[in-house]
């Protein structure tokens, strides 16, 4: 005979779950008892529940399989909520095993108590409690079949005086469903597309993460019709690399010659993909959308043909209706720009770029305390990373540098909250990269006010031997939203940031500690920080005005800056 807590660690190690991340504690204690007796399931104990979902989601995007993290009674499990939103909007399967106050005590508000299935409603695909064994395996079986079959979040709560339960002599073991196959879009949906691609003089791609198990289909996509294909962040990896037709990103992290594939278009595809900035979709054009799920079509922008099904399988349908032998005109000019725009960014990568005579005209205004460009350092790191590094990346502009100036080639990966936009997430899901496998390269691309939000799980990673490298692109400032009231003619206020020697902190923590602060110094010190299989934290102090400018930006934008810049001016004076 075994417990309720017993069943559902044995059940969920048996699945394939390998870390249990959360803070133990009284109603947990059934659970966190049987992971200590279970070798299948490593617990890794943080010093905040955020981390521990974050951790999770990370898992869970890397794998494909259940991420687990738990929360105790009330605040513990209320700190979870930021990271398994992440996870809802990642599409990430994460079971949250929650607990809660002795079953005769619900609902009379007693101490900590919460009400989680009620708290969880909006952020998980299940959300209830069990009030008695009777209901196991049915309810684990609910919570990590809705996980996984809604690609979300499952919240199952256990109260303590429930967890440490027997189960009755005739308890089955949990039998969990199986993966749905694959498949194409129905015949119909194939051919008003492939009718509307044949007769279109210029089509661009705008790719997705959900198109990344089909390289070879979307670059033959792209060869038949001589499609500029701009790629959104998650598509990076997988479809970045010896990809002829990739033009970078969109957006504000995007560039010129992306802007312009999709403005020259007459037809545009959207392929697996749910990128969410209505003002970066052209206006008046073809618009035809390849989404495995069906809410997902026409909810960004006005859709005129669609395509409900896995892209794989529907490309491999699609192809063969579709015509050759359309000039590559449309193409080469997008590649043009893009090729323009990219040799002029790398020109801020070199570290004698302030002191050419060009340099020093830009730095007097962008750079004046000769500080590091963060375009250097994520350069850096693209040349010495290794070929399967995990990048993870802070929300802001820690993104945009990794967008920019990192190459997802190989079999590297990326992670960032790229559809919640959260801070501090680099440094937690670095951590759950690599519990998975402490011999790959994890890098966390942290800015300096995301890593502070958290600051206390890096010893997590010196806990449970994590030889994570986490890069601090230090420049004192809420960057991104130092720029947002800049665009918008606003000197910028309450971004600074009044941070401790962060390297010197993390020396304190248990890691090692480097930091720099000339670019002579930079390419060495990101070779020994990647070289070192231990925890190691390198803060690099970069320059806090260094602008990203929108591939597009108006007149407004501009005149705001000027203005702004003034304002600051005057003021500092």
Not at 194 to 206: F, H, S
């Amino acid at each position: 005979m075994s417990t309720v807590a017993e069943m559902t660690v044995d059940a969920l190690a048996t699945y394939g779950v390998t870390s249990a991340w959360g803070v133990v504690g009284d109603a947990l204690n059934p659970i966190t008892d049987a992971i200590r007796r279970d070798e299948r399931i490593e617990w890794i104990g943080v010093r905040h529940e955020e981390v521990a979902a974050f951790a999770a989601g990370a898992q869970a995007q890397l794998t494909g399989r259940l991420g687990l993290c738990m929360g105790t009674v009330g605040p513990g499990s209320i700190h979870l909520l930021n990271g398994l939103y992440d996870a809802k909007k990642s599409h990430a399967p994460v079971l949250a095993i929650c607990g809660q106050v002795p079953t005769e005590e619900i609902g009379s508000s007693f101490f900590q108590e919460v009400n989680n299935d009620v708290l969880f409603s909006d952020v998980a695909v299940f959300a209830q409690t069990v009030t008695s064994a009777n209901q196991m395996p049915q309810l684990l079986e609910q919570a990590v079949n809705a996980a996984m079959a809604h690609q979300g979040v499952a919240v199952l709560t256990i109260p303590g005086d429930v967890g440490g339960l027997e189960l009755g002599k005739d308890a089955r073991a949990p039998q969990f469903a199986p993966a749905p196959a694959e498949s194409a879009a129905p015949q119909t949906q194939l051919a008003g597309a492939a009718k509307v691609l044949n007769e279109a003089e210029t089509v661009t791609l705008l790719v997705g993460q959900g198109a990344r198990e089909a390289r070879a289909e979307v670059l033959q996509l792209a060869d038949r019709l001589q499609a500029p294909m701009v790629l959104t962040l998650k598509a990076k990896e997988g479809l970045e690399e010896d990809n002829q037709f990739q033009v970078g990103q969109t957006g504000l992290i995007g560039n010129p010659g992306a802007a312009k594939a999709l403005d020259d278009a007459d037809v545009i595809f959207l392929v697996g993909t749910d990128f969410p900035y209505r003002d970066w979709y052209p206006e008046g054009k073809t618009v035809i959308q390849l989404d495995m799920r069906a809410e997902h079509i026409g909810r960004r922008t006005q859709v005129q043909h669609a395509l409900v099904g896995h892209v794989c399988p529907t490309l491999q349908a699609l192809l063969p209706e579709l015509t050759g032998g359309r000039s590559d005109k449309h193409l080469h000019k997008a590649l043009k720009s893009y090729s323009s725009w990219v040799d002029r960014q790398h020109r801020l990568t070199d570290p004698d770029h302030d002191r050419s005579l060009l340099g020093k005209i830009r730095s007097i205004a962008d750079n004046p305390d000769e500080r590091i460009r963060p375009e250097a350092v994520a350069a850096a790191l693209n040349r010495h990373a290794a070929s399967d590094a995990i990048f993870t990346s802070d929300t802001g502009m820690s993104t945009v540098w990794l967008s920019r100036f990192i190459t997802l080639s190989g079999r590297r990966r990326l992670l960032g909250s790229y559809n919640l936009g959260s801070m501090a997430n680099a440094m937690p899901q670095s951590l759950g990269a690599q519990a998975l496998d402490r011999d790959r390269q994890v890098i966390a691309c942290c800015g300096d006010g995301g890593l502070m939000m958290l600051l206390g799980d890096l010893r997590t990673a010196v806990t449970y031997d994590l030889p994570a490298t986490f890069v601090v692109f230090n420049n004192g400032r809420l960057g991104m939203v130092k720029l947002e009231q800049e665009q918008g003619g606003l000197p910028e206020f309450g971004t600074q940031l009044d941070n401790p020697v962060i390297a010197a902190v993390a020396t304190a923590m248990g890691l090692k500690g480097l930091r720099v602060t000339s670019p002579d110094d930079l390419d060495e010190a990101v070779k020994e920080a990647l070289a070192t299989r231990a925890p190691v934290l390198l803060e690099v102090v970069t320059n806090p005005d260094e602008v990203s400018l929108p591939p597009k930006p108006t007149v407004g934008e501009a005149w705001g800056f000027a203005i702004a810049k003034s304002k600051e001016i005057i003021e500092s004076r």
